[in-house]
């Protein structure tokens, strides 16, 4: 009985922050679902009804928005130009940052320490400061307008090598001494022991890498002069100055360009959260 009753007042003291919570979570959700509404509407009650309730309701739902989105807005060839930019720097950036965290956490060599303080040091310098170097140096070798210059800078992440050593470096070593007394090496004990272990931090930084790729605008507008290669963020900034604006359709874009997102997120959720519940933890 005292359990069910501490169990009562817990609830009771925890229903006040769940309310605040909901209030917050719908507070994000509604220009989601304005987004949403707005992409099936006609263009010319998307604004017209963007001050009243009717705003989320499809009033005489449509889908002449998203062919305008695909003819108008070329979403096809963009769509395939973000997917191939943003696999490549996530596939990639998953081998890459794991190995460099890998070798941080459990390889001793001369300079980790340094070599880590200067990961450190490299997640607080944002993209605009470098950008401008950046940009000359991959124009003196010839890289402009390609999906390599919009994939190279982004494969090694000094937050994403980070993850990665602050979660191999709380595997178990009796682990891996276990596989080195059965003859694996450096790379097998790796690949066998703790690449398994390490599935949700493989699946935060997968997230996190492809939400930043998928959404990257600053730098496909500095290195890209055509549509060849534009990614979906730069379609649409371009998409809005086309004259006449219809607003249905840049809703149809957005709301087509969010679909991706939401499918990795909901495919890898279950190791996100694990990930950030031992996380929590072990802090």
Known sequence: MSALAGTDRLTKRAWPM??????IAALFL?????MVVGAFKPDELVLAEGNTIRAFW???ATLENFVGAFERGRFGSLFVNSVII???IVGI???????FGYALARLPFRGARLILLGVIALMIIPLEAVAIPLLWMMSEVGLRNTYTVQVLPFIANPLFVYLFY???LAIPRELEEAARVDGAGPLTTFLRVSVPLAKPAYATVGILSFLFAWGQL???VLVTSGPDVRPLPLGISVFVTQPPISWGDIMAFAFLMTIPLLIVFIAFQRWFVQSVASSGVKG
Do not use: E, K
């Open 86 to 88: 943003s696999s490549a």
């Open 93 to 99: 950036g998953l081998v890459v940052n794991s190995l």
């Open 18 to 23: 769940y309310l605040l919570l909901t209030a």
């Open 30 to 34: 509604v220009p989601l679902a304005y």
């Open 218 to 220: 600053l730098w496909p």
């Open 58 to 60: 499809p009033t005489n």
């Open 166 to 168: 602050t979660f191999f």
